[in-house]
Structure formats: C-alpha cells, structure tokens
C-alpha cells in the first residue's frame, strides 16, 4: 500500500543550517497495517510523515502509494489518497461550521462543488450514527459549533472526518500530544477502532514509548534520519517500554533516550 524508498530529505541546501533529515530511509507499509513511528527531537519521524504527505518535496528516492507514484505530486494532489489528523485539535476543520457541516465537507471531498449546498436527511443520519460510534455525545449536537467542542471531542471528529471516505492512507501526527493524558488515552481508543473497522493502512508518529508499544501492530524507531528499529508481530507484543530503550542505545550508540522521548 505504501513503498518509500531510499527517500534523503536536506534542508538549508548549501548553507550553515543545512541539516540532512532523512537519510536513504526505506520502508513498506502493507494494506491494512498499523505502524507506530516514533523517535527523539530531530530523529526525522514528523519529516517522514510530512515527505509522505507532500507537504516537503525528496531530494532523492521514491513514494508510491496503492501503486501510484506520488514522489513529485503537490500535497494537494495527494490529497485524494491520504487522511490526516494533526497535532493541533484546531486543524483539519472550520471552527465556524456545525459538526454536520464539517462532515459534509469531508464527504464531498474531491467532487465537483455546484451551488447547490445543504446536508440532506440521508446524511443527516448517516452522520448521526457515525458519531454515535465515538459515544461522546455529539450525535445529538449536529448543528454545534465546532469551535465549541474540547480538544479531544475535536481530534475524535476530525479522525471521522479523516476516515470518512476510506483514504489508501491515513496519518496520524503527534495527534493527542496536545490533549491531557485520559482525553488522549480515549483518543487513541478511537483511533484503534477506527483503523480495525476500516481496515486503514495508517502511520501514526508519536513521542511516547508507551502509546508506540500499545497501539499499532508494528513499531519504527528513527534516529538521526536513519530507521534503527522495526519490530512487529509477537515481538512487538511482548516488547516493554526497558527493552525498547536498551535496542536504541545499542543501536543508536548514544545513550539520551530519556530525555527525548516519554515513558
């Protein structure tokens, strides 16, 4: 479903700054597969995500996704074929807008826009049920603002918004780093059942060992542009968040870990 290959990825070509954020990194994502990225300050993970994405151009290599190579399309012509939750609960939807209306955007995605405009009763309850799913309530405040809703009611309509027309890909940016840890631990719940019931190839980058080690069927650790760590399957079942720490000093050569990355 996803094929990166040998991608390098400088910023600052030339200049004092320059700085080589992806290094040759490969890696291949089959359909339907959960992978947790996770890494230090710098460790190239968000770069990654943003290279997949579109939002940054590759020096060299290659992206392929469901088949298709996307190495030298825009962000905007990917936009098609990925689904994205960001960090910030204030993104990815129109503060301004009801809830029933920010689905509707996302369910007309990529059709050709008419003046004709409304949510139907079909959708109506279409969505109705959807946000059911999440049991948060917000079936029953369609035509609340959604600048009015907490972070984490946000992120959990932004996740159906992302997922709502079965993208190839969905990524998932540090998406509950700003919420408080019983919010983000609902989140990533929601996520969870999202992805399995839509059966989504999905990348999710984050900082934290312990969500990297239990959400996900596969882990990629990154350090300094380079992929030192992929585990999956029964190894990553049985992997705790010690033995995680001890392969990247092994690994990585460098003992600092703690001081970039959450327990």
């Known amino acids: 479903m996803l ?3 040998n991608i390098v990825k400088i910023f600052n ?3 004092v700054n320059e700085k080589t954020a992806l290094r040759g990194v490969s890696l291949h994502l089959s359909p339907g597969e959960f992978v947790s990225v996770i890494g230090g300050n710098g460790a190239g993970k968000s770069t990654l995500l943003s290279a997949v994405a579109g939002v940054y151009g590759v020096d060299s290599g290659s992206i392929t996704i469901d088949g298709r190579d996307v190495t030298r399309l825009p962000e905007y012509k990917r936009a098609n074929l990925i689904g994205r939750v960001f960090q910030d609960p204030m993104m990815g939807t129109a503060a301004s807008m009801g809830i ?3 689905l509707a955007i996302a369910k007309r995605r990529g059709q050709r826009r008419t003046l004709k405009w409304g949510v139907t009763p079909h959708e109506r309850e279409e969505y109705r049920e959807l ?3 999440l049991d948060l309530g917000l079936e029953n405040r369609l035509t609340s603002k959604v ?3 907490s972070g984490g009611q946000r992120q959990a309509l932004t996740l159906l918004m992302a997922t709502l027309k079965s993208p190839k890909l969905l990524l998932l ?3 509950t780093a700003a919420l408080d840890p019983k919010t983000a631990a609902r989140v990533l719940e929601l996520s969870e059942q999202i992805v399995a019931r839509n059966n989504l190839t999905t990348m999710m980058v984050t900082h934290n060992m312990r969500d990297a080690i239990a959400h996900g ?3 990629i650790m990154l350090y300094d542009g380079k992929i ?3 585990i999956a399957g029964e190894e990553k079942k049985k992997l705790t968040t010690k033995d995680l720490l001890d392969m990247f000093e092994e690994r990585s050569g460098s003992g600092d870990a703690d001081g970039n990355l959450l327990l």
């Open 13 to 15: 070509h030339g200049t």
């Open 228 to 230: 030192i760590i992929d």
């Open 173 to 175: 940016d540090e998406h």
């Open 100 to 102: 029933e209306e920010n």
């Open 217 to 219: 069927d596969r882990l």
């Open 131 to 133: 946000l059911a799913t």
């Open 147 to 149: 600048g009015l809703l």
């Open 3 to 5: 094929d990166v290959r």
